[in-house]
């Protein structure tokens, strides 16, 4: 695939919207249509093999995909040495909404995040790709309430064969057991896995499962949800990296969440079931009672809104990106 490389003068910087390990994003111009976006820079690093690859799989991935809870590719320039990719530009994120005190979270608004996240995931599925990175940093709302799945760099397409993949995917708090003990076999589990995290956290307006390594993320998974017993997940004692740990009895999920109602205890416990074989499916996961109970999801417009990160950043010289 070749990328668009007389499009290198076509964006101009407006300001610094953040910094992550592999990707420096910028409020632009496009100078063409006058459009304000977002254009995601990539680094250059000395791996630049694998860089190569993961940029173009990330490419591939969001240019097969169109879905209004996914973030959309506008375009994409520069060598491959120095690609830049250029998004609809988004408001905040998940992750601003949940540490800002000011924010009030209702059921109803959470509820229409939950779904939102559901509906985009769900997407990914059934067209074969795990994302592999859910988090809340990840999840973006624009001005009209509406959340949008974003990052692809470690998304990959899976098919129902066995197939092996890496498992050092997935921020740690959001990384599923099966991840942590090494497998390299998995499915759509380890992204429900994550949305379950991510809810936990909407719930408690902190992360759930804060782990300080690996070993400590499992840790801290058994003694909060219960070390899961050999007729739970028969097969645990033949992952990579298992090691036997105490035997948990685990936090009853009312006692965590003492707002939630039962049925979103259900939709909880169902995401973050310690055996991925018996963890819901998007699909399963929006016909539960959950959805279908009162209160009703808020529509778009009525969810809160954080301040764009845009708005608390100098502004830069305008330029070209290149």
Known sequence: MNTNSSNNQRYS??????????????????LVTSRIVAVKKIKRRND??????TTL????????LRHENIISLIDFFGE???????????????????KNPTIILSAANIKAYASMILRGLDYLHQNWILHRDLKPNNL??????????CDFGLATKFSSVVQTHSPHVVTRWYRSPELLLGTRQYGIGIDMWALGCILAELMLRVPFLPGS???????????????????????INRLHNHIEFFKFPGTPLRDIFSAAGSDMIMLIRRLLAMNPL?????????????FSNMPAPSVDLNL?????????????????IN
């Not at 799989?57 to 097969?64: D, K, S």
Request: proline share 5%; with cysteine; aromatic share 8%.
């Open 48 to 53: 630049e093999e694998v860089s190569r690859f």
């Open 278 to 290: 018996k963890r819901c499916s998007c699909r399963e996961a929006l016909d539960m009672a959950y």
């Open 57 to 64: 799989r990330e490419i591939e991935i969001l240019q097969e």
């Open 213 to 235: 390594s690996d070993l400590n993320q499992l840790n801290r998974i058994f003694k909060t949800l219960g070390s899961p017993s050999a007729s739970d997940w028969p097969h």
């Open 304 to 320: 809160p809104l954080a301040s764009s990160p845009s708005n608390h950043k100098e502004n830069i010289p305008p330029e070209t």
């Open 13 to 30: 910087k407006i300001s610094f919207l953040g910094e992550g390990h592999f990707a420096v994003v910028y409020k632009a111009r496009d």
């Open 80 to 98: 491959f040495s120095n690609v830049s990719l250029v998004f609809e530009l988004m408001d905040s994120d998940l992750s601003m909404i949940i």
């Open 140 to 149: 973006l709302v624009n001005g009209k309430g509406v959340l949008k799945i």
